[in-house]
């Protein structure tokens, strides 16, 4: 039931009291007295004992005081400071009707719980009730908790143990006993870090402790035990316990300290040799259950001590080793207390596994054990150790590798029986000695065995783990190379504690272990395999199909010690495999030039593309000649080309390593020959491409000689006949004449075209850097001869190109050609595209009649966006899609007097230089030539 709230109502006005009062305790949980005298309300509260918050069965607590303020001749500030000198943290509220800023404001100073204004409505009472229930719980709380402090500075002062609160490093608390401890008083043990107090000897340990605790680490001990320095030098014992605690707000750690007592003391040592032993301790009863088990039981068991309590030894010691454990705790429990048994069994531990256990066991005469203690050692490791041993020893002694052992000294203390088979000596003539004998024995070189002594020495002194080194050695049987192992040699029991024998084991190594293996095939392997890599080189030189076979065969007999070997290619006249090369041991055991299709094993092969390794030749029904010398043979495919061939003259010699390494060669010698093929290829097309230009010079000098002579013959005829024409005759002879002159005009300049277009078609050999600008205002200056019609506008980046300077100059010229003479805007139509260089005579530009009118153009040349070539534009009429495509090719022309060769002329420059050309149209709708210098050729629109 919840505690009721005592109010004392005083106010002169009885009427306002008993209303008030009868609003209050129509709410739950309050009880109003009211007194109309200020000095008896005051008697009332000093007999309730408020002023020290205690109740006795007789008198109630006041738990808040409401008051008037006017009230006669004292006030309600007077009553306030009256009821603050009984108790002055007593909840009060002034509740009056004639309240100023200034009293409420001197009432507050005067420390008042709070102000209310009086009213006769109940909103009034109810904020009456709130403020005064508010009031009285905090009042309440504020009490008890003194109460509770008071009650706990108690029993901590009048405490046995030291107590203290630290933050940091420094106390913030600590009781009297504490001081009595140290022999420090308040004020200095204030002054001082915790760790001051600590034992240099335990002070790391028990900072250790405070680090795990701060970090908040589950396995944190909150009891140990330690050292304290008191004030006078001497060193106590003391029991610690600590725990985490919030201190005014902030983490600290509250810690209680008590002094060990001698008891105490000798238990904790004897405690603690069983604990911190390494052996299991365990304590059996007269019923085989144990009493006891130190803690190292969690170490070596994986279980708490308590866990074992209560169960038998049965229980978890193995099966196969139950009757010996129960045999020997009979024994000793029937033997004089002197007895002691030894012996070794298999416990079970926590995770399933099973571990060796090596125990002393004695009957215990102490009364209070009245049993067997029993001293156990973890030897799991040391008994697989000596297995293991067991089974280095059975491996060492049936490897097929020679097996070394040499001490510290370089002398050897171990060798196999293959050591005695490889070296073709007794082991009694190595052990012991040097290692130098097997130099002695020449067994290796010099060299050799300086290089295994650098690297016993090496793995001695542990600048390295393992070391392999590949000697050459002489030894029996066809052993030439060995690879040598080298491992340090460490006592198997080393584990960085004292041995039995109080030696110290470090670790070091006792020796050093080495194994040796043949590796003669590998490196052999490997040496024909960078032999190879020359062949293969040197294949890269070969022009014909003889240079490669002759090399194959070469590498082949001395490189894969194939001495009887052949290289055959197919020939399509002939439908057979021809020999290209044969090695001289094969000259002489076999006779074969030629083998015809679908005879013999070697057609096989070639027509399957699949080797094949015959330990018996004659045995394959496909054999050629049964009676051949050759009685193992490896047959390899090369490609489509042909087939490498190797034999032997006996049963079962060449299926080994060397079959891989021919394969490679094989693939070599196909590599070669598809190069060799594309080089004679690419030759023939030169020397056809050469023959073709050659065939083209001369038919342009042909027809430029054969049509010049009678050309100009003719422009003779016609010059005589224009002198004996008159001026004013016959206006059609002159007609006539004229015409015939721009005939001559127009034939000179088809064979001109002719020559460029042969000429300018081959490909460019020599280039120099051309400054453009430069070549684009002479080759403007010849194609226009300053025509007042036409204007020339050159941006001022175009740069410079690596090309031929004369075709790169006529290029430009049949360009402003094109546009100067065919892209003028005209009156009524458009001039023919690709029809602009064939038009030598300025009278083209009238053919059209009198209803032609020229108009003046505009040329621009400039860069392509991203520098990759150049344009020339301009704003006449440009040039139909629809006929963009066919304008490069020569002959194409809708005029019938052009040649349709100016602008083929252009591509044909373009391509010599490796260019690409195309044309589209300029800004202004005219036509637009771009040739690019670098990338694929583009499209023509």
């Not at 143990?161 to 490093?169: F, M, N, R, S, T």
């Not at 799991?380 to 089974?391: I, S």
């Not at 076999?590 to 013999?600: C, H, K, Y």
């Not at 020569?890 to 083929?904: H, K, Y």
Request: charged share 30%.
């Amino acid at each position: 039931m919840t505690e009721p709230v005592r109010v004392l109502h005083v106010d002169d006005d009885s009427a306002f009291a008993e209303l008030t009062a009868t609003y209050l305790e129509q709410r739950d949980g309050f009880e109003v007295d009211v007194e109309t005298d200020p000095e008896a309300a005051l008697d009332r509260l000093t007999d309730s004992g408020s002023s020290d918050g205690s109740r006795d069965a007789g008198t109630a607590c006041i738990d808040c005081v409401v008051s008037d303020h006017e009230m006669g001749t004292t006030t309600g500030l007077d009553l306030l400071k009256s009821v603050r000198a009984v108790d002055e943290r007593l909840p009060f509220v002034l509740f009056t009707s004639r309240g100023s800023e200034e009293v409420a404001s001197e009432a507050i100073s005067a420390g008042v719980t709070d102000y209310i204004q009086k009213g006769v409505r109940s909103e009034q009472f109810d904020l009456l009730a709130n403020r005064v229930q508010n009031a009285v719980e905090h009042y309440r709380t504020e009490r008890r908790l003194r109460e509770s402090e008071q009650l706990y500075r108690t029993v901590v002062e009048r405490s046995h143990d030291a107590i203290y609160v630290y933050q940091g490093d420094r106390f913030r608390f600590v009781n009297h006993r504490a001081c009595e401890l140290t022999g420090y008083d308040e004020d200095e043990l204030m002054e001082k870090t915790i760790w001051s107090l600590v034992h240099p000897d335990d002070r790391e340990r028990v900072r250790d402790i405070a680090a795990e605790r701060a970090r908040g680490e589950s396995n944190t001990p909150s009891r140990y035990t330690a050292r304290i320095v008191t004030k006078d030098g001497s060193a106590k014992r003391c029991k610690f316990s600590v725990q985490l605690i919030r201190y005014e707000g902030e983490r600290a750690v509250l810690g209680s300290v008590r002094e060990m007592s001698d008891e105490e003391r000798v238990e904790e040592r004897f405690q603690a040799l069983i604990e911190r032993s390494s052996d299991l301790v365990t304590i059996v009863d007269r019923d085989g259950v144990v009493q006891y088990q130190s803690p190292s039981s969690e170490r070596i068991l994986g279980t708490a001590p308590e866990d074992a309590v209560g169960t038998t030894v049965q229980s978890f010691v193995h099966a196969d080793d139950r009757e010996r454990v129960e045999r020997l705790l009979d024994r000793l429990y029937e033997s004089p207390s002197d007895a002691v048994e030894t012996m070794q069994f298999r416990v079970r531990h926590d995770d399933g596994s099973w571990v060796w256990l090596e125990a002393v066991a004695r009957a215990d005469p102490v009364e209070s054990i009245d049993g067997v203690v029993v001293n156990s050692r973890d030897v799991t490791e040391r008994r697989e150790r000596e297995e293991q041993l067991q089974r280095y020893e059975n491996v060492v002694r049936n490897i097929q590798q020679g097996a070394y052992v040499i001490g510290t000294d370089g002398r050897v203390e171990f060798v196999n029986h293959v050591v005695e088979w490889q070296v073709g000596v007794s082991a009694e003539q190595i052990v012991g000695e040097d290692l130098s004998v097997i130099e002695e024995l020449g067994l290796v070189s010099e060299d050799g065995l300086e290089a295994l002594e650098a690297g016993v020495e090496r793995v001695l002194s542990g600048e390295v783990e393992h070391e392999r080194i590949e000697l050459e050695v002489f030894l029996a049987g066809d052993i030439e190379y060995v690879e040598v192992g080298l491992s340090p040699l460490r006592d198997v029991r080393s584990s960085g504690r004292e041995t039995d024998d109080g030696r110290e084991a470090t670790g070091e190594p006792e020796g050093v272990v080495a194994i040796a293996t043949d590796v003669t095939e590998r490196t052999r392997y490997q040496r024909r395999l960078s032999a190879l890599h020359s062949a293969s080189r040197e294949l890269t030189t070969a022009t014909t199909y003889d240079d490669v076979a002759e090399i194959v065969s070469d590498a082949a007999e001395n490189i894969l010690d194939y001495p009887m070997n052949g290289v055959a290619f197919y020939d399509e006249e002939r439908d057979a495999l021809v020999a290209h090369a044969l090695s001289e041991e094969a000259a002489s055991a076999v006779d074969i030039s030629d083998i015809p299709r679908e005879n013999g094993i070697a057609w096989r092969v070639f027509e399957s593309g699949e080797g094949e390794v015959f330990e018996d030749v004659v045995d394959d029904p496909d054999v050629m000649n049964p009676e051949t010398e050759v009685q193992s043979e490896v047959i390899l495919p090369i490609g489509d080309y042909g087939v490498l061939m190797a034999g032997s003259r006996e049963r079962g010699k060449l299926n080994d390593s060397r079959v891989s390494l021919a394969k490679i060669l094989a693939s070599n010698a196909r590599a070669a020959l598809e190069r060799v093929e594309r080089e004679q290829l690419l030759r023939r097309h030169e020397r056809e491409l050469e023959h073709q230009n050659e065939q083209l010079e001369q038919v342009a000098s042909v027809v430029s000689h054969d049509l010049r002579n009678p050309l100009n013959l003719a422009s003779g005829q016609l010059e005589m006949l224009r002198a004996s024409h008159e001026a004013g005759d016959d206006e059609s002879v002159a007609a006539r004449i004229e015409r015939i002159e721009n005939a001559h005009e127009r034939m000179r300049r088809i064979v001109e075209d002719m020559l460029n277009l042969a000429r300018h078609g081959q490909p460019v050999e020599e280039l120099e850097t051309v400054l453009l600008a430069s070549v684009v205002r002479e080759s403007w200056e010849t194609a226009t001869a300053g025509d007042p019609g036409a204007e020339l506008v050159v941006d001022d980046d175009l740069g410079t190109v690596e090309a031929h300077e004369g075709r790169v100059k006529q290029l430009f010229e049949n360009l402003f050609r094109n546009s100067v003479e065919h892209g003028a805007r005209r009156a009524s139509g458009r001039s023919a595209p690709g029809d602009s260089v064939e038009h030598g005579s300025t009278n083209d530009r009238t053919e059209f009649g009198a209803d032609t009118e020229s108009h003046a153009i505009t040329v621009r040349v400039g860069r392509l966006d991203g520098g990759d070539g150049f344009f020339v534009d301009d704003d006449g009429c440009g040039i139909p899609e629809a006929d963009r495509g066919e304008v490069f090719e020569p002959g194409v022309s809708t005029n019938p007097e052009g040649t349709g060769l100016g602008l083929g002329i252009v591509r044909t420059i373009a391509r010599a230089h490796g260019w690409a050309v195309r044309v589209t149209e300029s800004g202004s709708g005219g036509a637009r030539f771009e040739v690019r210098t670098e990338g694929d050729e583009p499209s023509a629109r």
